[in-house]
């Protein structure tokens, strides 16, 4: 371009004029300070050391109660230059009973930083550990393998990427079903009680039924209803999320005694079980009451005043449990009668 300007139609008035020399140093200055400009920018991507980084996000989560085991141990994770050359996106899984390791951090964490937006559905991503994670989606709702997107992203920007998912990535495949808000009731047939079978045995074909308030149950307004299977287990999906009351019973063993067969004031009243008798140790430490004896269900000594009585009734069902959005909730209820060892 500046010879063209010099050479143009063979004019070099042009050239010895004062305008074009400011013009010349004018557009030298731009080139100059385009290439600083252009280094500088090359020096700060370049720039960026992996421990630099996971400071950026610990310091950032530092608050982030809920995700604070997975933080731990991420603070402490060695990365190479080149695992972050693109930014890293990392799913902090909320805290579980399981323990963290570094080798299942590398395991939610893929390079480049991506948002919300950009976990799209069938998207397949390959985590630092090699693992495959395959996005599912459905509107704003996110899923990794299975596991769910806990909203958007807390942490964005063109380095880092932070989202919470519902629980650990690292036994998951990309075959995984979708989690949803689960119940899982394992039913225990308390009649079969042994000093070897603490709890009974498990049973199979026991209806399970949940409710979403106790008048519900008083009014027979069943919420969601499913039977065990060989494993004792009832699984009932797709939940919507709150507390309910579980009600179980096979043929007559049941975990709901009820003291009337007419409500009281519009609820069921009766007792609620504690647990069983193991010895007779247990039984002579136990607040009085009838039918005391091992493999025979503990009632609940509501006033605490040492005798378990018609002052100690519950409304029922007595046993209930919260669910957690897009997790599985397992409890245990045990089954009989109000004399297990009656002949």
Sequence with gaps: MINYLISSKGDTRFANNGIYKSFLALLFTVFIF????????TVDNKSLEPQQLI???????????????FMQVLKNISLSKEEVSEGITVFAPLNEDVAITSAMVKDHIIKGSFNHYELYNKRIFNTLSGKELKISRSADTIWINGVQVGGK???YNDNEAVHTIKSSLTSTTTKDELHTTTIEVTVWDGTKWSIASPKGEVISGATVNLYATQKDYTDGAIAYSSKTNASGKATLKRLASGRYYIEAFYGNKTNTFRSSAEPYLGFYMGYAISGI????????????QSNAAPGNFKWVDLNNDGIVDSRDYYGLPYESTVTIS??????????????????
């Excluded at 385009?34 to 920018?41: F, N, Y």
């Excluded at 400071?55 to 085991?69: E, F, P, Q, R, V």
């Excluded at 008798?277 to 009085?288: G, T, Y």
């Design 34 to 41: 385009s290439c600083k400009k252009d280094k500088q920018e």
């Design 55 to 69: 400071n950026n996000i610990t310091s950032k989560l530092s608050g982030a109660d809920s995700i604070t085991n």
């Design 153 to 155: 992203q807390i942490v």
């Design 277 to 288: 008798f193991q010895s007779d140790a247990e039984v002579n430490a136990a607040s009085k």
């Design 326 to 343: 897009a997790l599985t909730r397992k409890t245990e209820i045990s089954i009989g009668f109000l004399n297990n060892k009656k002949p």
